[in-house]
């Protein structure tokens, strides 16, 4: 079964960027697997950060951003600040209506 | 504005089973494909099934198969969740999201589901 990876924690000072990742435990992340991308606090429903690997949701500031980098799906945070400090999932589309999360990077902001 | 609202969820011994429903507004209901989401206490999101906005086309995960059964009403704009032979692992919040295309652009806020005898 193909798992979803991710970082399981990160740290970046504030003013910094940081870049997650979103990988396959097999293959290599493409396009085709329509990477997207949401932000969680905790209590809270997610909210949709990236749409299909670079799309920014309406109302997301552009310092969020999207891309394929190498092998994998990422996500990267310019200007980071104390507010980002949350947990960040990726999903990708196996195919066959089929959907897998990653585990989830804890961002730190610090 | 666009919405998305769950209900149904609450304690329910093992092996019993719940339904789930999820009331849409603010958009065209049957346009859209729909998705349930669930994430167990202190972890992380987990995919669980999907419905074409026909109702006709559906897939779960395997942890689910067999045992949940995802529908929809496009004439009463809501989605639905039967879930059966309740285990303990399946213990969360149930979030309802829509299907924009390469992602979730709508998210309800949730419902929790708790398996305890």
């Known amino acids: 079964q193909t798992v979803v990876t991710q970082e399981p924690s990160f740290s970046v000072s504030p003013g910094g960027t940081v870049t997650l990742t979103c990988g396959l435990s097999?293959?290599?992340?493409?396009?085709?697997?329509?990477p997207s991308w949401y932000q969680q606090t905790p209590g809270q429903a997610p909210r949709t950060l990236i749409f299909?690997?670079?799309t920014r949701s309406s109302g997301v500031p552009d310092r969020f951003s999207g891309s394929i980098l190498g092998n994998k799906a990422a996500l990267t945070i310019t200007g980071a600040q104390a507010d980002d400090e949350s947990d960040y999932y990726c999903v990708l589309y196996m195919g066959s209506g089929i959907s897998v999360f990653g585990g989830g990077t804890k961002l730190t902001v610090l | 504005q666009l919405q998305l609202v769950e209900s149904g969820g609450g304690v329910v011994q093992p092996g019993r089973s719940l339904s789930l429903s999820c009331a849409a507004s603010g958009f065209t209901f049957s346009s859209y494909a729909m998705h349930w989401v669930r994430q167990a206490p202190g972890k992380g999101l987990e995919w669980v099934a999907v419905v074409s906005s026909d109702g006709t086309d559906k897939h779960y995960a395997d942890s689910v198969k067999g045992r949940f059964t995802i529908s929809r009403d496009n004439s009463k704009n809501t989605l639905s969740l039967q879930v059966n032979s309740l285990r303990a692992e399946d213990t969360a919040v149930y979030y309802c999201?829509?299907?924009?295309?390469?992602?979730?652009?709508?998210w309800g806020q949730g419902t929790l589901v708790t398996v305890s005898s």
């Open positions: 097999s293959g290599s992340v493409s396009t085709s697997y329509y």
């Open positions: 299909s690997t670079n």
């Open positions: 999201a829509r299907d924009d295309g390469g992602g979730y652009g709508v």
